[in-house]
């Protein structure tokens, strides 16, 4: 937001957070005018027609362990520590849930069958409550008692964002500015201060 507002100082901004099918019909019926969102918004098709998009930054995610994990003590850790782990997942309809249940499936981990966390802060509360698992957006980190974030090994799991908009809408060369911004400080977010 701070880039943001530094940036465009006129620019009124109405934040709507959703899950991500929800803000593509906002998008597509005119009751957004732009939606970030992860990349690609559509599996089979890898895109929608009918929206412009581009590629604002790509955001690493780290292991969230309660304090009380063995891993929690690690200042790093690779995809085979947590070949074996049950991870404890968003509910359907989140994008997040569909990128961590990639990463469960390229290294063999599972879904917890008992647990479907229905926002990140109750999430978040599960892992800190048991000796469970999970991937955190880095920048969805957020200090939490009983809770350690830990980085990943390069090449860490990652997902793109990107900012997407209609076609026909009268605001693309503002789209296409706000597109244009440096967000490299996102790989700078310091994690020891969560």
């Known amino acids: 937001m701070p880039l943001l507002k530094s940036n465009f100082p006129r620019l009124n901004l109405l934040l709507v957070e959703e899950k991500t099918a929800e803000l593509i019909e906002q998008l597509q019926y005119g009751k957004l005018d732009c939606a970030l969102l992860a990349m690609p918004i559509d599996k089979q098709n890898f895109d ?9 930054f790509t955001e690493d995610f780290l292991l969230a362990v309660s304090s009380s994990h063995a891993l ?28 961590t249940l990639e990463v469960c499936h390229l ?7 008992n647990f479907r966390a ?25 200090r939490a008692d009983n809770m350690a974030y830990i980085p990943f090994q390069p090449p860490a799991p990652a ?4 900012l997407y908009w209609r076609k026909t809408s009268a605001r693309q060369a503002l789209f296409t500015a706000f597109a244009a911004l440096d967000f490299a400080f996102i790989k700078h977010v310091n994690i020891e201060n969560v």
């Open 48 to 56: 929608n027609p009918d929206f412009v998009h581009k590629k604002l």
């Open 159 to 162: 997902r793109n964002i990107g």
């Open 107 to 113: 290294i063999g981990s599972k879904e917890s069958e």
């Open 72 to 99: 929690a003590k690690r200042q790093q850790v690779q995809l085979a520590d947590i070949k074996n782990e049950t991870m404890l997942l968003l509910d359907e309809g989140h994008c997040l849930r569909e990128q």
């Open 118 to 142: 229905t926002s990140l802060e109750t999430l978040r509360h599960m892992v800190s409550a048991s000796n469970a698992i999970t991937l955190i957006p880095q920048l969805a980190a957020r």
